[in-house]
């Protein structure tokens, strides 16, 4: 993934937003075909782009590139039939937006024993959920949002689980551990409002 960072970083709901992606034809097709389906969606007072936007940069700021990663974002919010999908995007970018967008599906595949190539690919299931789950507690505490920063608190242990021993992206675990079990409230998190 072909990632720049601009010079002056534009703030957006309180998230710095300091990079331009240009991706390959498959992601830009990906964005455009999720932009047409998500026209005044929100993700509760935030625009549904923004939104998927935040846990693009969320993946920047740990150092993920994976091209497959950031189109899965985008297709796992298109409306079109699961076939076409596989048409347009490939089996593996499908496979990740399906995982990524049913976390039943995650559960059951942190717990499998399959191969290398599957296990690699729960890898990248977990990635998203994890860039996801920290864009979501970002929007929380940087809107002072109380009731969704203790929803994200109260799940966290269910959440946890599917990290299973797993040791990739412990930077990402350590962070929503610092927010979600040590602080545990928003105001822990701050000294003032």
């Known amino acids: 993934m072909n990632v720049t960072f601009k010079k002056t970083c534009q703030i957006r709901n309180n998230m710095v937003k300091s990079s331009i992606i240009k991706g390959s034809p498959t992601y830009k097709r990906a964005k455009f075909m999720c932009m047409l389906n998500i026209k005044g969606r929100q ?3 935030l625009p549904f782009r923004q939104h998927i936007e935040d846990i693009e940069q969320t993946l920047i ?8 990663i950031f189109s ?6 298109t409306n079109i039939p699961f076939n076409r999908r596989i048409e347009i995007f490939g089996r593996d970018i499908v496979r990740l937006s399906y995982g990524f967008s049913r976390t039943n599906v995650i559960y ?4 499998s024993k399959g191969d290398d190539n599957f296990k690699k690919k729960s890898s990248k299931i977990l990635t998203l959920h994890l860039a996801q789950r920290i864009a979501n507690v970002n929007f929380a505490i940087n809107n002072y ?3 969704v920063f203790d929803m994200y608190v109260q799940s966290y242990p269910d959440f946890k689980k599917m990290k299973n021993g797993c040791k990739e992206h412990e930077k990402m675990w350590k962070y929503l551990d610092l927010c979600l079990e040590e602080a545990g409230s928003i105001n822990n998190l701050f000294f003032y409002h």
């Open 61 to 68: 700021d740990y150092d993920i590139k994976d091209e497959d």
């Open 145 to 147: 949002d109380h009731k």
């Open 108 to 111: 059951n595949t942190v717990k």
């Open 72 to 77: 899965s974002v985008w297709v796992a919010n």
């Open 43 to 45: 993700y509760f007072n």
